[in-house]
């Protein structure tokens, strides 16, 4: 069974879904206020001249294994107001993404000290708090005051810039940047438009919101002759009257991006600019690459060692290096699928799927662990309680409405014990004469953060699509009801300190699933095609061995037909 989504926000999750909506109700509401000069913004309050940087408000994430040597980078984000949790979660998506090119220090830019952008390759704010009435800005005057002055890069993404401007004197932002944030609004004619569209280095990316969470665009209002002239990176169409703004633009050392592109993410949307735009920053002579990855998912001792062999004969036949999923026990604890009668097979109970799996490591196949068992106990989690099908590490159910819903980790969930199962399915490795997998995926990709974090320990890297909690960046409690889901589309350095794999254009699916629809080969293709944007990505997708061969190599060809050329998950690191 494919993997339900993880990408942006889980609607319907522990109000996550209804948070964004009051968010960007309030961003258009502070919007219009801040239009119509209204909207009061009291300065940040100057800091104490003994004060010292938090240390528990400053996470560094180790260097990247494909990172530029000496590369950093700063991420500042906002955690005021009722939804500044918002700010750590975007924060997260930047830094995971930074973590490609080298080491990433993430702080709350309440925390900023005069001069600290000097000492990083380059600095990024997400402004997701929109400052004015009842909240102060937060963001020390010193912060505005550097970024006028450096010439590192930084990039700017979302609200707040309007009050730099204001700090530093518009007419000196203007004379170095070339456009007025204080006449710059979200909303034109009364409302944010509908842009479903941005336009970048030649691909259509799509941009989707539920109704009434689209908190919009920034439109900027250029200042024309005699000022910088300002480079348009991305256009923002709307699909509605067809009139196309600015989606992010550059000038000097400030590129500025017009919303904050981590909600409801797919694997064709704009959140692909920002992914490319990094490069720009911090690894700018970066040559165009275009690698894709393939593995095979799902496979347990109960699977059928003819189809595996064939699949193994057709990758080897295109000379394709691909991974292998494998589960080591297959358990259906009620007997879902066997007519009433609980079945539990481990990997050295079925030397034929053994033998198979050897002969597929013999024809280019690099071995992978998908779980102990990809189930939870003898439960619906949420389909079946069989392997292959349910979540292991996490509780969810499906809904009224068809949708799978993500609960929170089991009540016995710690470290200790996903160690546990971690080790007991290395240990069916071993008894079946197999070698210990180097790389992990997630049943599902869903977990909590210490149990990603027992994975790091356990394996060299994880390949998959994971969840990052509030509270992991400043140190505290992890909040397992809020998060925020990703996926690359290049190896980063995670904010949990794991090298994690792209996986970044699904799966081929034949049919509709909870409010999924069918993903066939050319909507993979697709999406390979709209990954061709970032210049060193990988299109990277899994394919289960119970499907006909077919479907896999139109994929494959039409992959290749785009430029693409595959290599092994080991590969992908680099």
């Given at each position: ?48 001249a ?102 590192k ?6 609200d ?56 919009g ?77 393939v ?32 589960i ?15 079945q539990?097979?481990?990997l ?16 280019g ?47 016995e ?112 293709i ?25 479907p ?23």
């Amino acid at each position: 069974m494919s993997s339900p989504g993880t990408s942006g926000f889980q609607s319907g999750f522990d109000g996550a879904s209804e948070d964004l909506t009051a968010w960007s109700a309030e961003q258009r509401q502070n919007d219009r206020e801040r239009r119509g000069h209204r909207l009061a913004v009291t300065p940040a309050a100057a800091p104490k001249a003994a004060a010292a940087p938090n240390a528990t408000a400053a996470t560094a994430v180790p260097n990247a294994t494909a990172g530029t040597a000496g590369t950093s980078a700063l991420v500042l984000y906002d955690t005021t107001g009722p939804y500044g949790y918002l700010g750590e979660l975007y924060a997260m998506a930047v830094a995971n993404l930074a973590g490609h090119f080298g080491t990433v220090t993430a702080k709350p830019v309440s925390a900023y000290t005069p001069g600290l952008v000097e000492q990083y390759s380059a600095t990024v704010y997400v402004g997701s708090t929109y400052y004015g009435g009842a909240i102060p800005d937060a963001v020390p005057a010193s912060f505005y005051q550097d970024v006028m002055a450096t010439a590192k890069p930084v990039d700017w993404i979302g609200d707040n810039i309007w009050n730099m401007a204001n700090a530093v004197g518009i007419e000196n932002f203007k004379t170095k940047y070339g456009w007025d944030p204080t006449n710059s609004y979200f909303s034109t004619n009364g409302g944010v438009g509908n842009i479903n569209q941005v336009v970048y280095q030649g691909q259509t990316l799509t941009r989707k919101f539920p109704a009434g969470q689209d908190g919009g665009v920034l439109h900027p209002a250029l200042s024309g002759a005699g000022y910088p002239q300002v480079t348009q990176l991305a256009q923002a169409v709307d699909g509605t009257t067809g009139a196309t703004s600015p989606w992010a633009f550059r000038s000097a050392n400030l590129t500025y991006v017009g919303e904050i592109p981590f909600a409801y993410v797919s694997e064709q949307d704009r959140v692909i600019v920002f992914e490319d735009l990094l490069f720009d920053a911090l690894a700018p002579a970066t040559p165009a690459r275009h690698r894709a990855f393939v593995r095979l998912e799902d496979i347990s001792p109960d699977a059928d060692p003819a189809q595996l062999r064939a699949m193994a004969d057709y990758l080897a036949s295109q000379h394709i290096p691909y991974g292998i999923n494998v589960i080591p026990v297959y358990t259906d604890p009620k007997g879902v699928y066997d007519n009433g009668i609980p079945q539990t097979v481990t990997l050295a109970q079925a030397p034929d799927v053994v033998a198979a799996l050897q002969y597929m490591l013999q024809h280019g196949a690099v071995l992978m662990n998908h779980g102990y068992t990809h189930q939870y106990g003898n439960v619906a989690n949420p389909y079946t309680g069989v392997t292959g099908d349910d979540f292991e590490f996490f509780r969810a159910h499906i809904d009224a409405a068809n949708n799978v819903v993500y609960d929170a980790p089991p009540a016995e969930d710690s470290a200790a014990w996903a160690q546990a199962r971690v080790s007991a399915g290395l240990a069916q490795f071993a008894l079946a004469g197999l070698p210990r997998p180097a790389l992990w995926t997630t049943p599902h990709y869903a977990a909590s953060a210490a149990d990603y974090r027992v994975f790091g320990q356990n394996f060299t890297a994880r390949l998959e699509r994971p969840l990052y909690f509030a509270g992991t960046l400043g140190g505290g409690p992890v909040n397992a009801a809020r998060y925020i889901g990703q996926f690359f589309p290049y190896s980063v350095k995670d904010v949990y300190g794991t090298t994690v794999l792209p996986e970044n254009i699904g799966n081929y699916e034949p049919v509709p699933i909870n409010n999924h629809p069918a993903r066939l080969p050319a909507d993979l293709i697709a999406s390979a095609k709209a990954n061709l944007a970032v210049r060193d990505g990988v299109a990277s997708f899994f394919y289960h061995p119970y499907y006909d061969v077919a479907p896999l190599q139109q994929t494959i060809d039409g992959i290749r037909a785009l430029g693409y050329t595959f290599v092994g998950p080991m590969d992908l690191a680099n």
